[in-house]
């Protein structure tokens, strides 16, 4: 197993930067560009590299046995619960508690869930927002707690491959069905229709995938922390493409915008 490294300080003054009240703050919860150690990035990638390659195999092995277990469609589906973000700029911390709801949900572990607070402190977010990495980070801090230690998170872009949505699709797919984790994704949130036109960069947790053979609609259900009732909750919202309004053009803007990761999973 890769070792995790801590990433480089996003600078003193914007992590010490003291915490505001909503209307002081920017509902910009994710950084744009965030620094990085090029040993972590090695080490982040070579996971990647592998979480990609077995997902690719067991997309052959779908293939191959013929896809029969639900001759309907797809449908992959975790526990995650929600929870409301405690400040505007709190919902890495807050999709951070999400997933390890999963966790803990998945082991059956007595620990308490760490406080939106506490994960914030260990991802390092700021009033200017959370970097990926950062989570990544503070979701590895629970890992033998919540008994996933074979199974650690990593960062990663979809932008830079030649079938971003298949890629993308891919990797949602993978971690859902063999329940390994409960992933996080950066949105651009214009993109995703239920905002209506809202922009804001953003974190939800992904908790299901659905594709119906039938009518060729392919669906992820979005698990959002927003303060706002508005938009907070579980909604199942359409997959889309690079070119049509959905999750994977929200997060593959995310990603043109800046060097931030927009996967954590």
Same mark, same amino acid.
């Given at each position: 197993m890769k070792k995790n490294?801590? +990433?480089?300080?996003?600078?003193?003054?914007?992590?010490?930067?003291? /915490?505001?009240?909503? /209307?002081?703050?920017?509902e910009n919860g994710a950084l744009t560009d965030v620094p990085i150690s090029n040993l972590e990035q090695q080490e982040n990638d070579e996971l990647i590299a592998e979480k990609d390659k077995a997902a690719e195999e067991w997309e052959k092995n779908k293939?191959?046995? &013929?896809?029969?277990a639900n001759a309907s469609g797809q449908y992959y589906s975790i526990s995650v619960s929600n929870y409301k973000q405690e400040r505007t700029y709190w919902c890495? +911390?807050?999709?951070?508690?999400?997933s390890l709801s999963f966790h803990k949900s998945k082991s059956g572990s007595s620990a308490s869930l760490p406080s939106q607070s506490t994960l914030a402190s260990k991802a390092g977010t700021s009033t200017a927002g959370s970097s @990926?990495?950062?989570?990544?980070?503070?979701l590895n801090a629970y890992k033998s707690t919540y008994k996933f230690s074979s199974n650690p998170y990593?960062?990663?872009?979809? /932008?830079g491959y030649s079938n971003p949505t298949s890629k993308f699709e891919s990797r949602i797919?993978?971690?859902?069905?063999?329940?390994?984790?409960? +992933?996080? =994704?950066?949105?651009t949130s214009e993109f995703?229709?239920? $905002?209506?036109?809202?922009?804001?960069?953003?974190?939800?947790?992904?908790?299901?995938?659905? $594709?119906?053979?039938?009518? &060729?609609?392919?669906?992820?259900?979005?698990?959002?922390?927003?303060?706002? @009732?508005?938009?907070r909750g579980a909604h199942w919202d359409p997959l889309g493409s690079t070119t049509s309004n959905g999750v994977?053009?929200?997060? $593959?803007?995310?990603?043109?915008? &800046?060097?931030? +990761?927009?996967? =954590?999973?």
């Open positions: 490294i801590i +990433p480089l300080a996003l600078g003193l003054s914007l992590l010490m930067a003291p /915490a505001t009240s909503f /209307a002081e703050s920017s293939i191959k046995n &013929g896809n029969k890495g +911390p807050a999709a951070v508690r999400q @990926s990495y950062g989570l990544k980070n503070a990593g960062t990663a872009d979809i /932008a797919k993978y971690v859902l069905s063999n329940k390994i984790n409960a +992933p996080i =994704v950066l949105i995703l229709p239920r $905002y209506g036109g809202k922009d804001i960069r953003h974190y939800n947790t992904i908790s299901a995938y659905s $594709y119906s053979y039938s009518t &060729g609609k392919k669906s992820i259900k979005m698990v959002d922390p927003h303060y706002s @009732s508005t938009y994977v053009k929200a997060v $593959y803007e995310a990603d043109r915008e &800046g060097s931030n +990761p927009v996967m =954590v999973y």
